[in-house]
DNA sequence: CTATAATTGTTGCCTAAACGACACTGCCGC
DNA sequence: GCGGCAGTGTCGTTTAGGCAACAATTATAG
């Protein structure tokens, strides 16, 4: 199968929202193909051509949003730590649904997070050492980025939770505020 | 081709709703193929195997709604006048990038605005008919008729104007009210 | 004016998706 | 128990859509 096939794209797409729009009332396990190729209005065979099962879609599902999402931050200039920031919430607020489901989605494992923590932080160093010119990293550096970093996530999270009904520039703002008050040891 | 297979469905779908979104900011005329199958992510000779030209396609997509809508106001039982305008305010709000379309899209004669009003008055003056139990409408009626329902109408495109701002259930409940306040001849 | 970029229809081949049917499993209520 | 109902995989066939290439026609710019 050719991946770059607009058939293709529009199957996996199709599939992926209806997976994202049912995960958010209902356990991964208790998720039928058919109910997923209904949502999607897409032929049960075709489903079977792509996965496995329900859990094979959801395992290369957030395999993919954590290789598009790690493109999207690496892609990024990111001179700055807060642009971090902005692409990971320019990233969330284009991609809604799938956001809600990898922070909230029910009966999953959310290594997701600890992905995007990884992500966050290796990139957060490399901009660290590069600003302050030093080569490495020391303990009480990483303790504080953990508080910070796992702190601003919580703040999008809790954006998430709320359905983005607070602008996404007041969210930007407020971090971008945090950020300006606060000194690096 | 089977207008019921799910892939023609889709295609025209996406076309449609292509041709409503460069619709909004665009005339007719100046609007291309290409960019269509662009923004509908449709192989060009796919537009092709269905319609004409952007003409062809608007036609079609005008009809259809013009049939869909109709039907959509005579399978609702509406035994109430108040009725008719709560079918008809589902389906806009149902249809927003249509609807949009249609009322206020760019270059276009705007005869759907008639067509609709046609129905309306039909079915109204049935209801109507139906509620005095008579059978013949005056002149003075269909007077009484157009004011009514054009103002109505009026309401509801000042309300897509808006994109919709205001609520639902409010534009819903003005319409009520008017039409409680307001005795027939 | 000219080049060059963009759009237009149309074609033949290829393939992913649609479809319906199949036998099979599991579950629930009578 | 058993009938019915929903879901599961899988298969053969058909077909709409994808693709690339084509010649021809418009813009659009240099």
Redesign the pocket.
């Known amino acids: 199968?050719?991946k770059?096939?607009?058939?293709?794209?529009?199957?996996?797409k199709?599939l992926q929202s209806a997976l994202a729009d049912a995960m958010l009332d209902k356990e991964l396990q208790k998720?039928?193909?058919?109910?997923?190729?209904?949502k999607?209005?897409?032929?049960?065979?075709?489903?079977?051509?792509?996965y496995?099962?329900?859990y094979d879609l959801y395992e290369q599902m957030e395999h993919d949003a954590i290789s598009e999402f790690t493109k999207f931050i690496n892609d990024n200039p990111a001179g700055h730590y807060e642009n971090i920031y902005n692409s990971i919430i320019d990233y969330i607020y284009e991609n809604p649904a799938l956001s809600r489901l990898l922070f909230f989605g029910k009966g999953i494992d959310h290594k997701f997070q600890e992905h995007m923590y990884d992500i966050i932080e290796e990139k957060y160093l490399e901009i660290w050492m590069q600003e302050e010119n030093i080569s490495s990293v020391s303990e009480e550096m990483l303790y504080m980025a953990t508080y910070h970093i796992q702190g601003c996530l919580s703040i999008i999270s809790l954006w998430i939770k709320n359905n983005f009904s607070t602008p996404k520039e007041k969210i930007i703002q407020l971090i971008y505020s945090i950020d300006a008050s606060w000194n690096m040891p």
């Open positions: 199968m050719n770059h096939d607009r058939r293709v794209k529009k199957t996996i199709a998720i039928t193909v058919q109910e997923l190729v209904n999607a209005d897409i032929h049960r065979a075709t489903f079977y051509s792509h496995h099962d329900v």
